[in-house]
């Protein structure tokens, strides 16, 4: 019950999503069918964490998508196979994440230009500028060692479901802050925030740094899940704004918790299983995908109509 | 009579808001309506403008029977509002403004050369050259986009125009040309319902005054035939008596000291600020006295001049140094209206650390509220005589005079040792009115030194213990405890330099 | 009603002729310049005159002189036939579509679905011309008609279930690219000869297309500014509530250009396939028109908030872009080295546009 007012109604379409898929496949109740569900769902579910902290503070962030792509691609190019470039390699991934994200939030606060174009360019400028580096396709390969956390186990848990633990109670912990309350308050009245004392620019460029973070984690756990590709990041941005939003985070900031957004990548998650499992696979996945999207905000917005009315 | 209402209720929710009021206006008529936030003046008045649809009751104009499901239904039947925020586009030009939503069209296609000279006109007749009808909106002043508005209901040949304290973003010579659009509108037999909460104005402007208390009427009278005081008891039901807590003790020691302070707007501003003293900072609109306190707190900084403790280039460096600044726009510069009274109350102890002094608690605010935790915000809630004390409300929920408490309570997290108050009292009815003064004069008696910055000089002179007006970015002089209105004005205006 | 209707029509009849200042007052344009003194006497009056499409144009301006340098110092002839013609031909689809997308953002709104509508609107022209002329108007009916529905499909998603355009549009996008995905596997359809002289041919130096293109464009202006519903579009777009308040439909609006963006991607689809001689599914996509269209919009001075700019911007917006790819194009500089510099380009000229806003909006 608590849940659910803190969530609000996400989780109640979470739960039916995973009731209909245990239903059509048993094997999914048991420990190893799920955690194999959570470690699918894992970079999404990161990316949209990170995402939150940008939308929350009346932002977009359209380049985590390529972000991945980068990340991917530069891990592959520069350990080749090499075992002991694992972690000089994961510390640099780690390092692009945070940059470009700062790149991103000083050109959208301090220049002023709206996020949505900023990171538009963003977009543009990384997967030129890899596809440059490395010729137009990706080369080289993943060592071991890195492919550990997107696909190996630590005892019956997968690393990649350990990270994600790890990374949501973060995301949690830090909207409970100042930081985070900050955070929100900057999305809901930039104005009041910044007459209260609130440093809105360097507030807001943290939390753009933050989803360049998640992208890295995100793009290192499915570097080792699907493996190397041009397309590996291919749309992501527009996924994790989609889990955001189900989870009734407002576009325009100041509304919403990053739990909810989670839980909403996991419910994005759990329809892309059961549409797989109901054997709509392939291309009509996207149709059922955009109609149930569409349902799901629309469905928010009806049941919550106090915004427009207490407008007047 | 242009306006009859007959019976008008209203609920929302299940909470009845209008219990059967009746309102008559004449055409010509200057109509105030009064009343206590919450006494269902704006809900009235929206009932008029087409917003809200009685539950009962009937309303007809020029006798004959009307319902109105829209707001441009009400437009058509001559009826226009202009509200306090007003609605315009501040990328269009006057014009398209005026006639937006009813652009004249000539063979299919708009004719902007009929609507610009018919806005021409118009300005024309209300004696307003200081702009034309190409002019951006966004260039314009707050009174010019209130002739704009004006302008656009007599292009919709309106018969009744509902006025929402019109004059509280306009203050000094401002005032008196709406006063004379008013009366044009009158003379040309419009009549206008006057909302306000400044009952000089209602005495100056209105033929008759409605008070309204709790959603039902109790008098409507000639403004010759009630006083002041008894308006007041009228609205709220207790005579008020003095409407001010006595002065304090004398003021302490210099907690802020400024000379020589200057920038774009600000001149030679040489100020003392004492521990225990509420200054009062009069002035007309445009003479600076935001831009004082924007100054002091560091939001549009000084540029030249000394300042101690220190002259602060940010907020935060103001806020570090013991200074708060509660703003004139509460809405848009006060408060984040969709996060928690909690979450309000706490924003500044989250974002600034004050040398010196202890930490604030994870959750709470120690500090004059004292303790921490849980218990801490809801005592600073209880201190600042927020009703109800809800942390968890969201503060858009709240009244305006609670928005204030809250944004009070905001500041008290961290003790500063100068509060400056821009209009304080804007926009709240006259019972939150009287707690926000209590509320300012503790705070000076417990050391606190105070500023206060209002348009409302009986409020100014009523609680200030000194009171300074400024002119053109400058300090144009002092005056002792109690002047009078008509001394400070004169030095506003600038007739009688000291 | 009707009453007041007439007396309105009277005063207008009544009021003074145009040409002639209002009695008691200034002619108009000394008002607006006493009122524009009175308020902007902060820093930059001197770039006051100059708003996002004056600078659009001279950056334009700018681009071709510096793009013409590099050139002749590479060797090579910039301002060919061939590279206007070019410049022409590739800024045109790209242009009809971000004709559609300013209508949509002038209103507050933005279209994500238009690559999947270019995509599917060739398909659905090339599939029913099958390569006879016959086929041709029937074909270009149904393009247009399909477009029209889905821009409907938008604005009413958008206006009656009150969902973000940003999802909203996602979600047809993802929806019509499903349809798309399954049903095709790759280029359908055949366009007849007579049909793909719109995507080759030329009057002197000047392809078909770009004077489709300078249609479109055209009528755009002209619906923004002399029909109410242009007028309405930037009301709605600078404030919705007010343009609710003064009577405007605001649904309807929104709707209504949803329906003119879509129609705007459905003609660059027929284009398209003009040029390609088929339908293609991934022809809308493989061009990036979605997020350029916003990107070129953007670029040419209209707020991505609504009720600011101007189809003029648009249109310099777009021709930079294909100036610029021209001049990449004639150093041979690398495709991926393009998408980086046309990254820069947009960030740059929108952070350009911020400042002086900024500068001409702080008293």
Redesign the interface.
């Known amino acids: 019950m608590r849940a659910l007012r803190t969530l609000g109604p996400i989780v109640v379409v979470l739960a039916v999503l995973l009731a209909l898929i245990a239903a059509a496949n048993p094997f999914f109740l048991e420990p190893a069918g799920f955690l194999a569900f959570l470690k699918r769902a894992a970079p999404l579910v990161i990316l949209a964490a990170g995402q939150y902290f940008v939308i929350v503070s009346g932002e977009f962030d359209?380049s985590v998508g390529s972000l991945v792509t980068v990340q991917v691609v530069v891990a592959a190019r520069l350990i080749d196979g090499d075992e002991a470039a694992t972690w000089p390699v994961l510390a640099l991934l780690v390092a692009i994440g945070l940059l470009i994200g700062l790149a991103n939030g000083v050109?959208t606060t301090a220049?002023?230009?709206?996020s949505?174009?900023?990171t538009?360019?963003?977009?543009?400028?990384l997967?030129?500028?890899v596809?440059?580096w490395t010729g137009?396709a990706p080369r080289g390969a993943l060592s071991e060692a890195f492919r550990t956390f997107g696909r190996k186990d630590l005892g019956p848990v997968p690393w990649s479901v350990l990270i994600l633990l790890a990374a949501g109670g973060a995301a949690i912990a830090l909207m409970r802050s100042?930081f985070g309350?900050?955070l929100?308050?900057a999305g809901?009245?930039e104005?009041?925030?910044?007459?209260?004392?609130?440093?809105v620019n360097r507030t807001r460029t943290l939390a753009f740094v933050l989803s360049g973070l998640a992208a890295a984690v995100a793009g290192i756990l499915l570097g080792g899940f699907a493996g190397v590709s041009a397309q590996v990041g291919q749309g992501l941005e527009?996924q994790a704004?989609?889990a955001v939003?189900l989870g009734g985070v407002a576009?325009g900031g100041?509304?919403g918790s990053v739990a909810a957004a989670m839980a909403g990548a996991f419910t994005l998650e759990a329809l892309f299983t059961l549409l797989n499992l109901y054997g709509i696979s392939?291309?009509?996945?996207?149709?059922?995908?955009?109609?149930i999207?569409?349902a799901a905000?629309?469905a928010g917005?009806?049941r919550l109509p106090l915004r427009?009315t207490?407008?007047? | 009579m242009i306006l009859r209402m007959r019976g008008i209720a209203k609920s929302f929710l299940g909470v009845r808001v209008l219990h059967g009021v009746d309102l008559d206006v004449a055409p010509g008529e200057v109509h105030a309506v009064v009343g206590e936030n919450g006494a269902g003046k704006s809900t009235l008045m929206k009932i008029i403008a087409g917003v809200h649809a009685p539950d009962e009751g009937t309303m007809e104009i020029d006798g004959v029977p009307v319902s109105f499901g829209h707001p441009v239904q009400a437009q058509r039947a001559g009826v226009a509002i202009i509200y306090q925020e007003f609605n315009l586009l501040p990328e269009r030009s006057v014009a398209e403004n005026v006639f937006l939503g009813r652009e004249p069209v000539r063979r299919g296609l708009v004719d902007r050369s009929a609507m610009e000279a018919a806005t021409a006109r118009l300005l024309a007749e209300l004696g307003e050259t200081s702009f034309g009808p190409r002019a951006p909106v966004r260039r314009l002043s707050v009174a010019q986009q209130q002739v704009v508005e004006i302008v656009k209901a007599l292009s919709q040949d309106a018969r009744i125009i509902v006025m929402d304290e019109p004059t509280a973003a306009l203050a000094g010579h401002e005032v008196e040309l709406l006063y004379a659009l008013v009366a044009r509108l009158r003379e040309r037999g419009i009549a206008v319902l006057y909302i306000s909460h400044r009952l000089r104005e209602v005495f100056d402007l209105a033929d008759r005054v409605t008070v309204l208390k709790d959603g039902a009427l109790v008098r409507t009278a000639g403004t010759g035939d009630v006083d002041p005081g008894e308006l007041v008891r009228l609205m709220v039901g207790r005579d008020l008596g003095t409407y001010f807590p006595p002065r304090g003790t004398g003021p302490g020691q210099v907690r802020l000291s400024v000379r020589g302070g200057g920038n774009a707007v600000l001149d030679g501003i040489d100020l003392d600020l004492r521990a225990g003293e509420i200054l009062g900072v009069a002035g007309l609109q445009g003479s600076g006295r935001t831009e004082l306190a924007k100054a002091l707190f560091g939001a549009e900084p000084f540029t030249r001049g000394t300042m101690s403790p220190l002259r602060p280039a940010s907020v935060r460096q103001a806020v570090a140094a013991g200074i708060g600044l509660v703003t004139e726009d509460r809405k848009a510069e006060g408060l984040a209206l969709r996060q928690s009274v909690r979450d309000n109350a706490l924003l500044v102890a989250r974002s600034v650390r004050r040398r010196g002094r202890d930490a604030p608690g994870r959750d709470g605010a120690p500090g004059r509220a004292g303790g921490s935790g849980r218990d801490g915000v809801t005592g600073l809630l209880e201190a600042v005589r927020l009703q109800p004390p809800e942390p968890g409300r969201e503060v858009r929920f709240l009244s305006g005079g609670n928005q204030q408490k809250v944004v009070l309570a905001k500041w008290m997290t961290v003790a500063p040792e100068t509060l400056i108050f821009d209009e304080p009292t804007r926009g709240v009815d006259v019972g939150a009115k009287a707690a926000i003064h209590d509320l300012m004069r503790g705070l000076a008696n417990d050391g606190m030194a105070i500023m206060m910055i209002s348009s409302e000089l009986p409020e100014l002179i009523g609680m200030s213990d000194r009171v300074v007006v400024m002119r053109d970015g400058r300090l144009a002089g002092e005056l002792p405890p109690g002047p009078s209105e008509e001394a400070v004005m004169r030095l506003a205006a600038g007739e009688a330099t000291p | 009603m009707s009453d007041h209707a007439d007396s309105a029509v009277a005063r207008r009849a009544a009021a003074p002729e145009p040409a002639v200042p209002p009695p008691g007052g200034p002619a108009p344009e000394d008002g607006q310049r006493r009122a524009r003194d009175g308020a902007g006497n902060g820093g930059g009056r001197r770039w006051a005159g100059i708003g996002p499409t004056q600078v659009i144009y001279l950056a334009l301006l700018g681009v071709m002189a510096a793009g013409w340098v590099l050139v002749a110092i590479d060797g090579g002839d910039f301002l060919t036939l061939e590279t206007v013609v070019g410049i022409q031909q590739r800024s045109a689809a790209l242009g009809i579509v971000a004709v559609g997308q300013t209508l949509a953002i002038l209103a507050g709104s933005l279209d994500l679905s238009v690559a999947y509508v270019i995509s599917l609107t060739s398909l659905v022209a090339a599939e029913i011309m099958a390569g006879r002329d016959g086929g041709i108007l029937p074909a270009l009916a149904a393009a247009l008609a399909v477009s029209a529905l889905i821009g409907l499909v938008n604005g009413l998603v958008i206006t009656r279930l009150q969902v973000h355009a940003f999802i909203a549009t996602l979600g047809t996008a993802l929806i019509v690219k499903g349809v798309l995905d399954h049903l095709y596997d790759g280029p359908a359809g055949r366009v007849p000869e007579s049909f793909q002289r719109l995507g080759y041919d030329r009057l002197g130096p000047v392809p078909v297309s770009a004077l489709l293109w300078a249609g479109v464009a055209a009528a755009a202006w002209f619906l923004l500014r002399r029909t109410r519903l242009g007028y309405r579009i930037y009301a709605v777009g600078g404030d919705a509530e007010v343009a609710r308040l003064s009577g405007v439909r605001t649904g309807r609006v929104i709707v209504a250009t949803h329906v003119l963006c879509s129609v705007c991607a459905g003609i660059a689809g027929l284009l398209l396939a003009s040029r390609l001689g088929a339908g293609a599914p991934t022809v809308g996509t493989d061009g990036g028109y979605d997020l350029e269209s916003i990107a070129a919009v953007v670029l040419g001075g209209t707020a991505l908030a609504g009720g600011r700019g101007g189809v003029g911007g648009t249109v310099g917006g777009v021709l930079l872009l294909a100036v610029l790819d021209s001049v990449f194009n004639q150093l041979e500089v690398n495709a991926f080295a393009k998408d980086v510099v046309r990254g820069v380009v947009i960030v740059a000229a929108v952070a350009v546009y911020a400042r002086r806003t900024s500068r001409r909006r702080s008293r």
């Open positions: 359209l050109i220049l002023r230009v709206p949505f174009i900023t538009l360019g963003m977009m543009l400028v997967s030129g500028a596809f440059l137009g100042d309350r900050r929100v308050a809901d009245n104005r009041a925030a910044s007459l209260s004392g609130v440093r527009f704004i989609t939003v576009l100041g509304r392939g291309a009509l996945e996207f149709a059922v995908q955009g109609v999207i569409i905000v629309a917005a009806v427009r207490a407008h007047v």
